[in-house]
């Protein structure tokens, strides 16, 4: 076994939290990752958008995972996102019946990304909403935020997450609807119009 000098700064190679990726390219993202919603669901909406670093350059690298409940609010318990056959390990992908809420999807050479996935339902007192977490170029620790669909304001000004955010920044949280079951959501990383990301604790 071969021992790593540490003795001192200069000698400890970095570990994967210090250096600046991105790494993912390669096994991170999965066919049918952007595929969210069994196949032919009425329900089915298509969300899209652009992630954008500090200076509004649209990232060609991001990669976005989205979790969201189903169209009665219920966050789903189904496996199936990533099957493989157990006979030759083979990908063989979604079953396109059961709804597993999640999705992994790189942005594209112009730093766009889509998913469709079912329109989300109500929990308890929030708005419905998907979760969002961001991995980008820079980024050492990954991002969370919310994309909630537009509808009833009512609804959205009473949410509990919403209602605490400056009504200024609110909007960087609510998709834009494009008609037809579509929806805007653009990715601000820093500067003018940043999204509102959170933090867990």
């Not at 790593?4 to 250096?19: C, K, L």
Request: glycine share 12%; hydrophobic share 35%.
């Amino acid at each position: 076994m071969t021992k790593t000098d540490t003795s001192s700064r200069d000698r400890v190679p970095p570990t994967p939290s210090h250096t600046v990726g991105p790494f993912y390219g390669y096994a991170l993202p999965f066919r049918g990752g952007d595929d969210i919603a069994p196949a032919g669901h009425p329900d089915t909406v298509t969300v899209h958008g652009y992630v954008y670093d500090g200076a509004g350059v649209p990232l060609p690298d991001a990669l976005l995972e989205l979790w969201g409940p189903d169209t009665a609010g219920r966050v789903p318990t189904a496996d199936g996102s990533m099957r493989r056959d157990p006979a030759s390990g083979g990908f063989l992908g979604r079953n396109g019946v059961e709804f597993t809420g999640f999705g992994r999807i790189q942005t594209d050479a112009d730093g766009h990304w889509y998913a469709r996935t079912l329109r989300p339902g109500a929990r308890g007192r929030s708005a419905p909403y998907v979760s969002v977490c961001v991995f980008a170029r820079g980024l050492l620790v990954h991002l969370y935020t919310r994309l909630y669909l537009p509808g009833d304001e009512a609804v959205l000004a009473a949410d509990p997450l919403l209602s605490r955010v400056p009504a200024e920044r609110r909007d960087t949280l609510v998709a834009a609807d494009e008609g037809h079951g579509t929806y805007r959501f653009d990715i601000r990383l820093q500067g003018e119009g940043e999204t509102v990301f959170l933090e867990f604790q």
